[in-house]
């Protein structure tokens, strides 16, 4: 084995927000479970952080299992309902799922209220969201056992936005004692769901600012190699509208897609710059190696290989705006499935095999991008 192989690795599961979307994040832990890639931390923002929290808040037996209890109870609205394969007009049973998430909520979601935000006084309880969210913390107690989370078995990340700052808060079960409001924090997306206090301070859901954490795992100083699977719900490439009605799936996607690329190419750019300047030091005279100046080239006395195995759900051709709060049952097993798949594909890969032979201490991949493509093409000839 070679010495990059015989170093220790952290698995990281990066999680971004989206919604509905998220049930594909769940199929991509269950496949990395039976891979073989047990997690050591998990990072997640809005529904990342619920799929995270569910995932480092329960022991390694039971946590796929709660995954699959959460996702069929916020899908149960219309468990009762089956399509045929190829539905020509699954576009519009899809619409009308989402419309019905938006008149009734979701079960151990959220709720409408009653009066709607609209006919309360400002200040008034319930006058700051259309939504209750109630049902999300009762359903995080019964499914999360935040004992064990705090513990630290699965180190746990999120991140919120302070609503009078405009700052990004990172929680993290290493400096603080994580509760089911830092989860709910992460995901009260305004105006639907109301803010969380939190030490006093109120937070919005953290996509407002960043739909991904990668950027604060990459921050943390580590000695050991990383893995990170950045599961992502919203891709940043995509095709020009062609209509009005495409456009504004086509704007969320930009959005919320939180530059990825932008900050693994920002990370190459980086580690590019730190080993020049350790080339640069190494052949300073000894003399100058003590000066600050030439001690700040370093950086770091050595910095992690990271490899980042890009895992993006890209919608499909039926999809449209409503993707990300559309819960019906069957788009949720859509979804679940498109995250198995897509991490097996990664993980059965010559290129993933392969990895611990590139001499670059950063490497990403992004190894479904093919078949999606075929896939996408098979449903614009039918």
Not at 103 to 112: A, Y
Not at 314 to 342: M, P, T
Request: glycine content about 8%.
């Amino acid at each position: 084995m070679s010495a990059r192989k015989a170093k220790t690795e952290t698995n990281v599961l990066v999680l971004q927000g989206g919604g509905a979307l998220g049930a594909y994040q769940g199929g991509a832990f269950e496949a990395l479970e039976a891979g073989n890639h047990p997690v050591d931390w998990v990072a997640g923002i809005s529904i990342g952080a619920i799929n995270a929290a569910l995932i480092a808040g329960n022991p390694p037996e039971l946590r796929v299992e709660r995954l699959r209890t959460f996702w069929d109870m916020v899908s149960s609205a219309t468990a009762a309902i089956s399509l045929p394969a190829g539905l020509p007009w699954r576009g519009a049973f899809n619409d009308f799922s989402a419309g019905l998430a938006v008149l009734q909520g979701v079960p151990g979601f959220f709720r409408p209220r009653i009066p709607p935000a609209t006919l309360r006084l400002p200040g008034m309880p319930g006058a700051d969201s259309f939504y209750d969210t109630k049902p999300l913390h009762d359903t995080l107690l019964r499914l999360v056992d935040f004992d064990y989370l705090n513990a630290g078995h699965v180190r746990y990340s999120t991140g919120a936005v302070n609503v009078e700052t405009g700052n990004m808060t990172w929680f993290d079960s290493r400096q603080h004692t994580i509760t089911p409001a830092h989860v709910m924090a992460s995901g009260a997306l305004p105006p639907g769901f109301p803010a969380v206090e939190i030490d006093g301070q109120f937070y919005w859901d953290g996509g407002l600012v960043s739909n991904t954490p990668l950027q604060f795992v990459l921050d943390q100083h580590t000695d050991d190699d990383l893995c990170i699977f950045q599961v992502d719900l919203f891709s940043a490439r995509g095709p020009r509208p062609k209509s009005v009605w495409q456009i504004e799936s086509r704007v969320k996607d930009i959005r919320f897609s939180s530059r990825t690329r932008f900050n693994t190419d920002m990370l190459c750019g980086t580690h590019l710059t730190r080993s020049a300047g350790k080339r640069l030091y190494d052949k300073l005279p000894p003399e100058l190696r003590d000066d600050p100046d030439a001690l700040a080239l370093l950086h770091r006395p050595c910095d992690p290989d990271i490899t980042i195995a890009h895992l993006i759900y890209r919608q499909r051709g039926f999809e449209s705006q409503s993707k990300d709060y559309e819960f019906s049952r069957v788009s949720v097993r859509d979804h679940w499935l498109a995250g198995i798949e897509d991490v097996e594909t990664t993980l059965t890969h010559p290129a993933w095999h392969a990895r611990h032979d590139d001499p670059s201490r950063v490497r990403i991949f992004d190894l479904t991008k093919e078949r999606a493509e075929q896939r996408a093409a098979r449903e614009a000839a039918t």
